[in-house]
């Protein structure tokens, strides 16, 4: 299994710009998240989706839209990029199953807006 | 809003001191869970803990869990720089659905 996978690594935008960051997971996992982490930060849930075609407002949502179509993918997407998303991003699974709470993480995207 | 407070904010020490990072919260949560992240990568779970008052020991790592389960702490034995990263402890409170993560504490150990 490769677990949760993340593209691209890397992105550098202009102000206003729009991007689709992309999340996979092999694992069959029913919960999905996306979290921002600023430098030296914890993570900032973004987006949460408990099953394909269920999504839900996290803690910081503005400036984001998600779907998830199919059980593997929950891609993020930002329109009208502003320097203030410039951070690095995490997708996570979890199978969601009673006392099995482990989330598995991608290995982030960082993006930069400038 | 559930708020987990981690402290110290960054520790940097000696190799083979111990030390000690504590995640405080005036909410309840069903378990708790402590995170490492290296550099460049996503977080790694390390434990799980789930009873009030339990204690978890992961090699050179003791973690436990406050007996109201709104706080927990993690102490490490002698440090080595292989422990260096982000730990973060993150709060369930029981929907399945999100945690909430701690502000998180940033470990050197110098060689």
């Known amino acids: 299994n490769a677990g949760v996978t993340q593209t691209p690594k890397f992105r550098i935008l202009k102000i206003g710009q729009s991007m689709t960051l992309q999340c996979t997971q092999d694992m069959n996992h029913n919960y999905m998240y996306w979290y921002r982490q600023d430098p030296g930060m914890g993570l900032k849930l973004i987006y949460y989706s408990v099953g394909a075609g269920i999504t839900d407002k996290g803690e910081v949502p503005n400036g984001y839209n998600v779907s998830r179509s199919t059980t593997e993918d929950f891609p993020l997407r930002l329109e009208l990029a502003a320097p203030s998303q410039t951070s690095v991003y995490f997708c996570?699974?979890?199978?969601?199953?009673?006392?099995?709470?482990?989330?598995?993480f991608g290995p982030g995207t960082r993006l930069t807006v400038l | 809003t559930q708020l987990l407070e981690q402290s110290p904010q960054f520790l940097s020490i000696q190799e083979g001191e111990n030390l000690t990072v504590y995640c405080n919260s005036s909410s309840v949560f069903s378990s708790l869970q402590w995170y490492r992240q290296e550099p460049g990568e996503g977080p790694v779970l390390l434990v799980t803990?789930?009873?009030?008052?339990e204690v978890k020991k992961l090699k050179r790592l003791t973690f436990q869990f406050g007996d109201a389960r709104k706080d927990s702490s993690l102490h490490i034995t002698a440090a080595q720089p292989g422990d260096t990263g982000l730990y973060l402890c993150?709060?369930?409170?029981?929907?399945?659905?999100?945690?909430?993560f701690g502000t998180g504490t940033k470990l050197q150990v110098i060689p």
């Open positions: 996570a699974s979890r199978q969601g199953l009673p006392n099995d709470n482990e989330q598995f």
């Open positions: 993150a709060g369930d409170s029981g929907g399945y659905q999100k945690v909430t």
């Open positions: 803990v789930v009873t009030g008052g």
